[in-house]
């Protein structure tokens, strides 16, 4: 079993992927800037409140572990290069770090047209930024660029290479998780990939919920 540290611990994907990860026997360590936010905090974690940002905070976070899970948002790409620095300082290498779909144009069609359209060329050019510097990185990285997020309860994904171009519209946020805890049981599973995550069958131009 793996020291986990989960960056962004109150998000929503994250909030599944904790208790996956609990369940499956790891030791996590919760960071979020705002603890109260956090769904539920199984026992046996730590919990951190503080700002991935701020690298004396991030280091004392890493140190010691043996992945690390980043569920961030907003400056993705700053949080990326803080993140970057501060593992490979520790040495710590194992990272599952997640942005989003349309990141390299890489969603086809109609749909790709949207979905840019949508988020914004300016957060897409963010999050790209922000896999650059994880891909350049020495680290063990995974990326996962996970389709629009619903919140079924369930578990239905399939994934893309970084080359290839993206299927599907959606994906739920428990199967985005559950990908995630596999990530971590089998930490020599798709390591320095980049994968796009959606639920199969739900191609289309537009949102197939």
Do not use: C
């Amino acid at each position: 079993m793996s020291n986990v540290l989960v960056l962004g611990a109150s998000g929503q994907i994250a909030s599944w992927a904790i208790g996956m990860l609990a369940d499956h026997g790891h030791t996590l360590t919760l960071f979020a800037r705002d603890k109260d936010r956090i769904a539920a905090v199984p026992d046996g974690a730590t919990v951190i409140e503080g700002d991935v940002d701020d690298r004396s905070a991030l280091a004392d976070a890493i140190r010691g572990q043996d992945v690390v899970y980043a569920n961030l948002a907003g400056t993705l790409d700053a949080h990326a290069e803080a993140v970057v620095e501060v593992m490979e300082a520790e040495g710590v290498t194992r990272l599952i770090f997640v942005t989003a779909l349309g990141i390299y144009d890489e969603v086809p069609g109609e749909f790709g047209r949207w979905n840019r359209a949508t988020i914004g060329a300016a957060t897409l050019d963010t999050y790209a930024r922000a896999s650059d510097v994880v891909e350049a990185s020495s680290l063990d990285y995974t990326v996962l660029r996970p389709a629009w997020l619903s919140d079924a309860d369930e578990i239905s994904y399939e994934i893309t290479g970084r080359e290839e171009p993206f299927r599907g519209t959606t994906v739920s946020r428990k199967s985005v998780a559950a990908l995630v805890a596999d990530l971590v049981d089998h930490p020599g599973s798709h390591v320095r990939e980049n994968l796009g995550v959606s639920k199969p069958g739900t191609d289309g131009d537009r949102l197939v919920w």
